[in-house]
């Protein structure tokens, strides 16, 4: 008797012991973040935030005062100076809660020439995101952000299992079509972007204290290259970029500067983010449901709504599936800035399949803004189309071409599925409920 007790009692100090032990276990891993970060399959995104690399902008433009800081803060008109303004100073008084720079912009074509020609000072490497870019200051002041060239005009992404569609580097080139394509759609949310070849060695390197960048270059043959630090899916020696002849082509994108060097954007989730598109989630016409029936001023007042609503026929037109947030004006006031597109590399990645799952909120929710449809319907008259327009517009770049040919008959055709999706919308709740102007009709939950 009195041995079966103590065996008994044995067994609950034995289990007591395990369970510690366990819950030990458990703490140390929750402890010990594990030492190499896998890149999860389903939700790439997740690694966004982080930062891999000591710089930033703060630290670049500690030293460096900048004059327009304060204009946009304090606004003040009477900062009239005796030097005529830059081009990237005229462009951001251009800046309004409408649009990011005038349909006007009498200063754009020397803004381009500036980005494409002006002499640099400094390169950093910039860090949000998962791609490997730079951060561009010239002697004149200014502040870009540039993207290496990674792959020829015709290495098109197949959106398959082999190239699966979180997997597909940035192209340099897209950014420089995404500013092209925006404005002939009258949009004016993509900012100014260009291409331009720089001496990798000495516009780039000797003007680098980037351990980022110095710390990962190799030779291949003669030439330079570079491994970059960013996430290891996508730097890679396999991904490696490299100079041709000591020349490395990029795109030079005008950044926005804001208070300090802090992000002018304030940053929304997509509900129709495609990585979870494409995870089946989000296909159901509910989802829009959902929001239209939340009866926020947000969606039926205002241009916010209608705003996202035309991102999404852009990033069909260029087949992007990674616009997993929006982005507004917090330079301004957010909750009554534009949609501002804002990264537009792993669009014009594939010009002969188009996806319709990129079209979801269009179809889901079956509002549109009245008279960017009308422009749309413009813009495929004869002598009016938009590929022919977008390829005359390419041609004024200083690394063209920018597209393949290829591309212009699908960003056609691609307009033409949209003017169909919002036919089929009319078919169904009225030209009354679908084109809009101000406010959008919810619907009753
Ligand atoms: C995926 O697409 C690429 C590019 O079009 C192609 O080379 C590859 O064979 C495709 N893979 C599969 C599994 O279909
Ligand atoms: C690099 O130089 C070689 C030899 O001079 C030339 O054949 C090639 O076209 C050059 N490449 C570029 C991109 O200029
Ligand atoms: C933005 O504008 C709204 C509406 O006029 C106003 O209520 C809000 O306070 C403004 N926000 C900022 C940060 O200025």
């Known amino acids: 008797m009195g041995n079966s007790v103590r065996m008994t009692l044995w067994g609950y100090l034995l289990v007591g012991v395990g ?13 010990f973040p594990q030492k190499e970060k896998t890149f999860p399959n389903s939700l790439p995104f997740a690694v966004r935030q982080l930062t891999y690399s000591k710089g930033n902008e703060r630290s670049l433009s500690k030293s460096s005062q900048n004059v327009f800081e304060n204009r946009l803060q304090v606004d003040t008109p009477k900062v009239t100076t005796e030097r005529p303004l830059s081009p990237w100073e005229e462009f951001h008084k251009d800046l309004t809660l409408d649009e990011l720079y005038s349909e006007r912009a009498p200063y754009m074509s020397r803004l381009l020439h500036s980005l494409a020609t002006a002499p640099i000072s ?13 951060l561009i200051k010239f002697e004149n002041g200014n502040f870009a952000i540039a993207k290496p060239m990674r792959l020829k005009r015709d290495a098109y992404w197949g959106y398959n299992k082999t190239h699966l569609s979180w997997k597909d580097p940035e192209r340099h080139t897209a950014e420089i079509a995404a500013f092209h394509l925006d404005r002939i759609l009258g949009f004016r949310r993509v900012a100014p972007c260009v291409g331009r070849k720089v001496d990798l060695l000495n516009e780039f390197l000797l003007k680098s204290q980037d351990d980022g960048l110095l710390d990962t270059l190799e030779w291949r043959g003669d ?36 208070k300090n060097g802090r992000s002018p954007f304030h940053e929304e989730a997509n509900p129709w983010d495609h990585y979870v598109v494409h995870n089946g989630l989000k296909f159901m016409s509910i989802l829009c449901r959902k929001y239209l029936s939340l009866q926020m001023p947000k969606i039926s007042h205002g241009r916010f709504f209608l705003d996202v609503m035309e991102m999404t026929m852009f990033d069909y037109l260029i087949r992007n599936y990674d616009r997993h947030h929006y982005s507004l004006m917090r330079a301004i006031n957010y909750t009554l800035s534009f949609v501002v597109l804002v990264d537009n590399g792993k669009g014009f990645g594939n010009p002969f399949e188009d996806d319709r799952k990129c079209m979801a909120a269009i179809y889901q929710c079956c509002r549109f803004r009245k008279s960017t449809f009308e422009r749309m319907l413009d813009l495929t008259k004869e002598g009016n189309k938009l590929g022919d327009l977008m390829r005359k517009s390419l041609l004024e770049d200083p690394v063209a071409p920018i597209l393949t040919e290829e591309f212009f008959p699908a960003l056609d055709r691609r307009l033409a599925h949209f003017i169909q999706e919002i036919h089929k919308c009319i078919d169904i709740h009225g030209q009354d409920t679908v084109l809009v102007d101000k406010y959008v009709k919810v619907v009753e939950s």
Request: contains cysteine; positive net charge; proline residues 3%.
């Open 19 to 31: 369970i510690l032990f366990m819950g030990f276990l458990v703490c140390l891993t929750l402890y």
């Open 122 to 134: 400094r390169v950093h490497v910039f860090s949000p995101g998962t791609q490997f870019k730079f």
């Open 223 to 258: 030439d330079i290259c570079f491994v970059g630090d960013c996430p290891a899916v996508f730097c890679n020696k396999d991904r490696i970029i490299c100079a041709e002849n000591g020349t490395l082509e990029i795109s030079v994108c005008q950044k926005l500067r804001w």
